[in-house]
T-cell receptor, first 117, second 115 residues
Framework: AQKITQTQPGMFVQEKEAVTLDCTYDTSDQSYGLFWYKQPSSGEMIFLIYQGSYDEQNATEGRYSLNFQKARKSANLVISASQLGDSAMYFCAMREGLSSNTGKLIFGQGTTLQVKP | GAVVSQHPSRVICKSGTSVKIECRSLDFQATTMFWYRQFPKQSLMLMATSNEGSKATYEQGVEKDKFLINHASLTLSTLTVTSAHPEDSSFYIC???????????FGSGTRLTVV
């Protein structure tokens, strides 16, 4: 069975600095997708970045990058130049298989990030 | 594009009554809809997967007779919490993935309070 682990319940970062949010996963599948979502206090889920298991390069989306280390089964999110609006809960998630619309998404425990001015 | 509209956003109901939550995909066909439950400051726990025109698949430990899921069309899935009790108070959120897109689109969530 697939499992996602986020070991940092809470993190603080100074505005304009970079922060890394940890995520490790476990799966017996060779094909899988890894996602990061941001959830502000409003509750909405905002898609940040995706990494497929066969992607050789780390994914990047603006200030977000995913440090994918397949052998270690880790998919850490790096946020550069933190902004006050980055304060939120962040979830790592995994889908087994590469099917785009039928595979279920399983979430980690989440990390609450607070950006200090 | 790829919007999932979820209603109501907040609902307060009396213990013993039923509550229906709707999720509509506005600009795509959602053959599959995922329903999650989230307690404060905790993770999203998958409750069930609904497929258009067939019975929902429930995760282990989720009471299918209590959480009724209907996916009657390609754009509408509903979750009915039957005989609600205070312990059912939670944040419920639906999700679907438009064909050909990588990310999953989430509804805005429903905060249910049972009194």
């Amino acid at each position: 069975a697939q499992k996602i682990t986020q070991t940092q319940p809470g993190m603080f970062v100074q505005e304009k600095e970079a922060v890394t949010l940890d995520c490790t996963y476990d799966t017996s599948d060779q094909s899988y997708g890894l996602f990061w979502y941001k959830q502000p206090s409003s509750g909405e889920m905002i898609f940040l970045i995706y990494q497929g298991s066969y992607d050789e390069q780390n994914a990047t989306e603006g200030r977000y990058s995913l440090n994918f280390q397949k052998a270690r089964k880790s998919a850490n999110l790096v946020i550069s130049a933190s902004q006050l609006g980055d304060s939120a809960m962040y979830f790592c998630a995994m889908r087994e298989g590469l099917s785009s619309n039928t595979g279920k998404l399983i979430f980690g425990q989440g990390t609450t990030l607070q950006v200090k001015p | 594009g790829a919007v999932v509209s979820q209603h109501p956003s907040r609902v307060i109901c009396k213990s013993g009554t039923s509550v229906k939550i709707e999720c509509r995909s506005l600009d795509f066909q959602a053959t599959t809809m995922f329903w999650y439950r989230q307690f404060p400051k905790q993770s999203l726990m998958l409750m069930a997967t609904s497929n258009e025109g067939s019975k929902a698949t429930y995760e282990q430990g989720v009471e299918k007779d209590k959480f009724l899921i209907n996916h009657a069309s390609l754009t509408l899935s509903t979750l009915t919490v039957t005989s609600a009790h205070p312990e059912d108070s939670s944040f419920y959120i639906c999700s679907a993935s438009p064909w050909g897109r990588i990310g999953y689109t989430f509804g805005s969530g429903t905060r249910l309070t049972v009194v």
